[in-house]
């Protein structure tokens, strides 16, 4: 089940989904890792960092849209940002 009473109030959604910085180390500190095990960079590497780049995209524009109440767009997004995490999933599984 899902418990949506830490959740206080929408702004504290709102800040709680605001991209942060801390991400953005992570991301580095793994593409590092991708490319290092990869040799450098490969097909498999380069699609990493392109779906990286779309994913950043897409919770930016989920973002924008749930601050502008459009439902409709987010799910829409959303479901691209799921497809998009299943190519991350894909690319670390067929990266050997």
């Known amino acids: ?36 095990k990869a040799g450098g960079l490969t097909m498999p590497v380069a699609v990493f960092m392109s779906a990286t780049s779309r994913a950043r995209a897409l919770h930016e524009a989920i973002v924008r ?13 959303i479901r691209q ?3 998009t995490l299943a190519v991350f999933a894909y690319t670390s599984d067929h990266l050997d």
Request: aromatic residues 8%; proline residues 4%.
């Open 65 to 77: 849209e749930i601050a502008s109440s459009n439902p409709q767009a987010v799910f829409t997004l």
């Open 1 to 36: 089940m899902l418990d949506l009473a830490v959740l206080s109030s929408p702004e504290d959604v709102f800040a709680r989904i605001q991209r942060h910085d801390r991400l953005d180390e992570l991301m580095k500190r793994f593409l590092k890792d991708i490319i290092d």
């Open 81 to 83: 940002f799921a497809g």
